[in-house]
């Protein structure tokens, strides 16, 4: 063995530190990611303009957006940041890849919208000190108000246009959760701070404008100008606050009417207001004290009892003598002979026509189910969208004249052979089905177009009976914080389409914003020709979902473009305390998207 000596060791020691400082060197010349200076500055890349740039750690993403210098139609309200959206506030400390959004993305919409309310809660602090406030229902393009105690709405609405106009930073805090609970709980909002306090979060992100503060779930905007355009109206016995449209945010989304599920929203609000249970703080309240089988039973009850409502005023308008002897004027004089039930995707149609049809036979009246997917035109003769695809979801991939053509021969007393679709070739055939109604007979057709007069336009208004079954979401976060009624639907088909159809969350959450543009064009502005609203929302229902919800979600990568609403979902469920599916009844709704039903699908 060959030994150093202590003189050559110090030679060899001097040589490597001689070699470093060389190479270190040669990274200050040659890095362009500026590797010796990484406690200083990170690269950041941005997918709007695909730059990259070296940016000093702690920007905030305003800062960066200026940097990069950004073109866009409209102002960046937030931004996807390694597909995590986040606010402008947002500050980097490590390698990101950002993509700005603005108001037309529904993360945008989402992130000015939650900024209205904070300055509208605040005007409404200013004008009347310790006015409770509550941000309710999504109705008529903008969103229900309701005031503990009267504000005058021009004083209320100048108040919010003065508090815009002097562009206040709106300030970011996060805070260990006990510290918010104790500043929510001085401040009087208990039920923010019961909603805190349940959680089990270890910090919490609260907003403040001058010296008001506030708890909102999602991002909102850096200052108070950025907020360009809202409306207030007065709307029943509340208000109606008015937000621009995605499609053109210089334009406030048009007043529409919604008496109908307006009425619905209200009617699940007195009842929960009759079980103590508004929000979710209450809600996991009554988890923790293992009560939650009384707000199941008391649930399904009401919903039982609704849908035995619908089922009695038709059976009423096809034999009045069901009804006591003063009120049999008022029925309308022709019976019923159809009943049309639409919603939107996963709103529980189905179980609801089973439903339905059950209390109809308790009334004497026997349900003939028909299948519109069975009037499918053949596929070559199916209308296309503007990307070239197939639009199954329009009204005129049905076979109209045939539907219409067959329905009046029924009404006639006619036999017909109803056709049958087949998918796997793409095209209508004979199904051997022969059909003709009999007089204690209706017929029961469900699917999204069944509002829509131009489906069955051939038949007299005067015998159909319309349903509009739709899941509702009624119980709120807190008090300024509501609970899409889109959120609930799409966890519902995250859940089934794995359940039944085999498609990641992934899948189904790239494929949601076509469904809601269907909606949009097709069902909603039809639902208020329904002679009955059906709410198949429940109040427990998103605890029972959020542990089979959360296990898919998690699934999604997070390099590709639907981990950010995945990660947006995975992050309200935890505000739920979980509640096990096996309380649930065989007959529940749910179950048509959990599983364990006691009816066929």
């Not at 030994?3 to 001689?18: C, I, M």
Request: proline fraction near 5%; charge should be negative.
């Amino acid at each position: 063995m060959i030994r150093l000596s202590e003189h050559k060791n110090k030679e060899l020691v001097l040589f490597f530190v001689e070699l470093s400082f060389v190479f270190l060197s040669f990274l200050r010349i040659f890095d362009p990611y500026n590797a010796t200076n990484m406690e200083k500055t990170i690269v950041i890349k941005c997918l709007n303009n695909g730059k990259q740039l070296s940016v000093p750690i702690g920007t905030s993403l305003i800062e960066a957006y200026e940097l990069l210098q950004v073109e866009m139609r409209y102002p960046p309200v937030c931004a996807r940041v390694n597909n995590k959206v986040e606010g402008l506030h947002y500050r980097i400390y490590h390698a990101k890849t950002i993509e700005f959004l603005d108001i037309t993305s529904s993360s945008g919409k989402r992130c000015y919208t939650r900024t209205l309310f904070f300055v509208l809660c605040k005007a409404v602090e200013d004008l009347r000190p310790g006015t409770h406030v509550w941000i309710d229902i999504p109705v008529s393009n903008g969103y229900y108000v309701d005031l503990e105690f009267p504000v005058d709405v021009n004083a209320l609405r100048q108040r919010m246009q003065e508090i815009i106009d002097a562009d206040m930073p709106v300030r970011r805090f996060e805070v260990p959760t006990e510290e918010a609970i104790e500043m929510f709980d001085t401040k009087g909002d208990k039920v923010k701070a019961k909603l805190l306090r349940s959680t089990g979060k270890l910090y919490t992100i609260y907003y403040q404008i001058e010296h008001y503060v506030d708890f909102y779930y999602g991002s909102l905007l850096t200052r108070t100008s950025q907020l360009t355009l809202f409306g207030l109206e007065p709307y029943y016995d509340g208000l109606l606050l008015r937000i621009p449209t995605r499609e053109d945010p210089s334009k406030l989304g048009e007043i529409t009417k919604q008496d109908k599920m307006f009425e619905i929203f209200k009617e699940h609000h007195r009842w929960q207001k009759l079980l103590g249970v508004s929000n979710v703080g209450d809600f996991n309240e009554i988890v923790d004290k293992g009560q939650t089988n009384s707000i199941i039973q008391v649930s399904e009850a009401l919903q039982e009892k609704k849908i035995a409502k619908i089922a009695f005023d038709i059976a009423a308008r096809i034999n009045p003598e069901l009804l006591p002897e003063r009120y049999r004027n008022d029925v309308e004089t022709q019976p019923v002979k159809m009943v049309l039930i639409a919603g939107p995707s996963s709103s529980g149609k189905t179980t609801t026509c089973k439903r339905l049809s059950i209390q109809l036979l308790t009334n004497g009246i026997k349900p003939v189910p028909i299948s519109l997917d069975d009037y499918f035109l053949d596929r070559e003769a199916t209308p296309k969208d503007e990307t070239g695809d197939y639009d199954f979801e329009s009204l005129y991939a049905l076979n109209l004249p045939l539907l219409n053509e067959q329905l009046t021969a029924l009404f006639d007393g006619k036999e017909v052979e109803l056709p049958r679709y087949d998918f796997l070739q793409g095209k209508s055939v004979k199904s051997g089905k022969k059909l003709k109604l009999q007089d204690n007979e209706v017929l029961v057709v469900e699917g999204i177009h069944a509002l829509n007069p131009e489906l069955t336009a051939s038949i007299p208004e005067e015998i159909k009976y319309r349903v509009y079954a739709s899941a509702l979401t009624t119980i709120l976060l807190d008090d300024h914080n509501y609970i899409p009624t889109t959120d609930n639907r799409l966890l519902r088909r995250i859940v089934r389409d794995n359940n039944y159809r085999g498609v990641s969350a992934q899948e189904t959450i790239r494929r949601w914003p076509s469904v809601r543009r269907g909606e949009n064009k097709w069902i909603f502005p039809y639902q208020e020709n329904a002679d009955a609203m059906f709410n198949t929302a429940m109040l427990y229902e998103l605890a029972v979902i959020r542990d089979y919800a959360l296990a898919l979600l998690e699934q999604v990568p997070e390099n590709c473009a639907e981990y950010s609403e995945a990660y947006r979902l995975r992050k309200f469920l935890t505000y739920f305390k979980p509640v096990s599916m096996e309380t649930l009844p065989p007959t529940s709704l749910l179950r048509e998207f959990l599983g364990g039903s006691s009816y066929e699908y």
